[in-house]
């Protein structure tokens, strides 16, 4: 690893590895939520066009499931980067659970939206939203009845995207945390970093699909991995 003095600007992807040990599924592991679901049934327009009262109770379960959980060591690793690290941080996460901001991360940029938040198919507006959407709810802003999971679906466009890319294309540092690789455009980022010169490091419980692309990777639980890594970065 560079000498961590040289380390000015760090982007950090984090994915459902982080989650897993607060006890959230992940989704590709034995026993993971695409084992349980169908990936085009309830992760992708058209499922959500053909059944929506599926995807609307699939998301209202994991919503609710939120309450139940806390977050980790690694979480709260990563909050005590952002508030001690006296350089750039850029947080992502692939997340749509709110374990990062509840281990105190301020600024978390959720490319594929957050569990918490309702996006409205008539005004376009997204709301924050703590309840379920089976019962069709009306819209906070224009009333209509047209909520839905304010989450990316397969062929929909993250969120943020430029503003990530701008980070990627001047960081020294690159970390993906508990992420399989398996989902583009997140899995594409350690080639973009690593073409402008940044160091690239994998923090996983195993290697990822694309741990061939890293300069590093180390491989256990995130709850001990991460505050480790964090330390590091610290000198402490
Ligand atoms: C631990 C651990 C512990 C366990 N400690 N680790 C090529 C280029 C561009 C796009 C595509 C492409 N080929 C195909 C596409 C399209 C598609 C795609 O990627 N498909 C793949 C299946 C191939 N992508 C899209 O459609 C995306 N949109 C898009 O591309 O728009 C166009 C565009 C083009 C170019 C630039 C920009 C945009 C949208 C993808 C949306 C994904 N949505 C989901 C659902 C979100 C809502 C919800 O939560 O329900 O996002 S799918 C699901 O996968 C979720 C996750 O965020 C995402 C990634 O999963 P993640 O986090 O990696 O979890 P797992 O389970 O896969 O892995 C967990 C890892 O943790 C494992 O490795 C474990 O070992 C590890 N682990 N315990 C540390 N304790």
């Given at each position: ?124 507006i997204r709301s924050p939203w ?107």
């Open positions: 690893m560079r000498f961590m003095a040289e380390i000015n600007r760090i982007v950090i992807l984090t994915g459902a590895g982080i989650s897993a040990e607060s006890g959230i599924d992940t989704f590709r592991s034995a026993g993971g939520l695409w084992e349980q679901h169908k990936v085009e049934d309830v992760a992708t327009p058209e499922g959500f066009a053909r059944d929506p009262d599926l995807v609307l109770g699939f998301y209202d379960l994991r919503r609710a499931a939120l309450a139940k959980v806390k977050p980790n060591a690694a979480h709260h690793a990563l909050a005590k980067l952002e508030a001690d690290f006296s350089g750039e941080l850029l947080l992502v996460t692939q997340n749509v659970d709110d374990l990062h901001e509840r281990g105190g991360s301020r600024q978390v940029l959720h490319m594929h939206g957050e569990l918490k938040s309702a996006l409205c198919t008539s005004c376009e703590d309840a379920p959407m089976s019962d069709r709810p009306p819209c906070p802003i224009c009333q209509a009845q047209t909520l839905r999971p304010d989450v990316v679906w397969f062929g929909e466009m993250p969120y943020q995207m430029e503003r990530i890319y701008t980070a990627l294309g001047s960081a020294d540092l690159f970390v993906s945390i508990g992420t399989s690789g398996a989902v583009y455009p997140a899995a594409g980022f350690v080639q973009e970093a690593r073409q402008t010169g940044a160091r690239t490091l994998e923090l996983n419980l195993e290697p990822s699909d694309g741990t061939h692309f890293f300069h590093e990777a180390r491989h256990g639980p995130a709850s001990k991995l991460v505050p480790t890594w964090v330390d590091e970065v610290l000198g402490r």
